[in-house]
């Protein structure tokens, strides 16, 4: 990955330390987060996923485990909003300037308000996407919530 993405350009200029890991992206997997986190080794509590979602209608980003579901309850509320719903994938990777399956929270096109799952702010490092179909950034969830100007909230539905 000599040109790097969006995400690592990010990273580097926030002089957040991370190492890169890619495997081979499938399309055709219904639950991303856990294939990259079997090819990767990484357990699939520290594999964050990144979803895009609208709060009240405004863009927001949410990242959690991959092996975890979002409450829309919890992610509104963190938000100050009534509601939230998933954004439809076309207009994440328009607002975002990455592909489903390769978004990340850095280096976005448009900056908008992020949050972490509390629970993976217990983890010396943690994988999430780095920018493009299987590539998976490793760094410290602490130093990443900072570098995005995050907030760390529950978010995950119970079972």
Same mark, same amino acid.
């Given at each position: ?33 856990l ?23 405004? !863009? ?44 990340? !929270? ?34 410290? !969830? ?10 760390a ?7």
């Amino acid at each position: 990955m000599s040109t790097g993405t969006p995400a690592t350009q990010f990273l580097r200029a926030a002089n957040i330390p991370f190492r890169v890991l890619e495997y081979k992206y499938d399309p055709g997997q219904e639950r991303v987060a856990l294939q990259a986190a079997e090819a990767t080794g990484i357990p699939p509590g520290q594999l964050l996923k990144t979803l895009m979602l609208e709060v009240d209608n405004a !863009p927001a980003c949410a990242v959690l485990p991959g092996d975890k579901n979002l409450s829309m309850k919890l992610v509104a509320s963190a938000l100050g909003g009534k509601s939230a719903a998933m954004m439809p994938p076309e207009k994440a990777e328009r607002l975002t300037g990455y592909r489903t399956g390769g978004i990340s !929270p850095f280096g976005q096109r448009r900056k908008v308000p992020v949050l972490f799952e509390t629970s993976a702010m217990g983890f010396e490092t943690v994988g999430i996407n780095g920018g493009k179909r299987g590539v998976i950034v490793v760094l410290s !969830p602490r130093e990443a919530c900072e570098a995005l100007g995050a907030k760390a909230a529950p978010l995950c539905a119970e079972g």
